[in-house]
Each structure stands twice: as structure tokens, then as C-alpha cells.
């Protein structure tokens, strides 16, 4: 397919995916957001600039002008990436674990948030954010019961099923 094949607001649409894939890229070694705000005031207001007037091509179908400035937005995400690294800063890093299940074998592996899950994604593990692990535990009434009587209980095995309890705890 060639360019001419698509509408106007289709080949828009395919260059801003193009543009979202790379910011994606550069965030996953920064952070969300995080890579204009460690560069200098000029380079930011470069930046701010380079948006406002893609975002107006976007608003007018301008399609030559979006494709110039997601040109330029791409090469700016460089810029700005070794004007960081030249100022000092550190890319973003995962912190993530992964654990065995001592019976299974399977791998979990554990993130802090949506953006870091992304990342940690691949080799067969199965990936679990704070968040997630949060709501999967808030389901189990029982064993948030026992933690609140015995704080320093450690969760060996469940072998129960919560209708067979109907709420209450069995002792």
C-alpha cells in the first residue's frame, strides 16, 4: 500500500501512531512524561512549541505539515535524550521480582505500575502491577481476616473455596 491509498485523516492517524510508538520507546527508558522536564528551558520550549504546532496541523488536515513535524518530534525525543544524558540523568529502570511458585514451577513476576508491566512483559512470566495484586487480595476476605488477627502469618497454601465458609471464618 502507498501513501495514496489512505484518506487524509488515515495517513494523519498512521504518522501520530508512529510518533506514540517511538515517545513510548523513549518513555520506557525515562519515564512517562518525564524526558522534556530534564532537559534545559530552551530545549523544553522547543518542545512545547514542536507539539502546539503539530496538534494545530492535526486540527487543520494538514497532512504535509504532520508529517514534518512528527519528522521533527522524532528527532527532537534524540535531542532531548542526550541533552539529558549530557546534563547527568539516569534512564528510568525497572524494578521488578520475579518468584518461583515452589510447586508449579510458573514464574510471577512482580512491577510496581501499568508503564513497568509493560516493560517486564516477556520470557513466559506472568506479570502482576502493586495494583493488581492489591484487587486479587481484596477478593480474599478469609485470608485478610487472618492477617488481621495474626499479622505475622504467612500464606502457605489455600485449599478452601469462600462459598464454603459464607463469610465466616472457621475457628
Known sequence: MSFLD???EENILRYLTRLDQVQVE????????KLPSLCSDAM???????????QQAVNENRLHDVVALVEGSVRAF??????????????HSVDMWDFKHPETG?????VKNNYDAEIAIGD?????????VARLLAKHY???????????AVVKNIAYKEEDF??????
Not at 26 to 33: A, F, I, N
Not at 44 to 54: E, G, M, P, R, V
Not at 106 to 110: A, D, S, T, Y
Open 44 to 54: 523544553q520550549d522547543k518542545w512545547n512549541s514542536q507539539k502546539a504546532k503539530l
Open 142 to 152: 478469609n485470608i485478610n481476616a487472618v492477617k488481621d488477627v495474626f499479622p505475622d
Open 124 to 132: 513466559g512470566a506472568k506479570v502482576y502491577t502493586l495494583e493488581e
Open 78 to 91: 534524540g535531542a532531548m535524550e542526550q541533552e539529558a544524558l549530557a546534563r547527568g540523568h539516569k534512564m
Open 6 to 8: 489512505f484518506t487524509v
Open 106 to 110: 510458573e514464574v510471577f513476576r512482580m
Open 166 to 171: 459464607h463469610g465466616n471464618i472457621p475457628f
Open 26 to 33: 523513549y518513555e520506557s527508558r525515562w519515564g512517562v512524561l
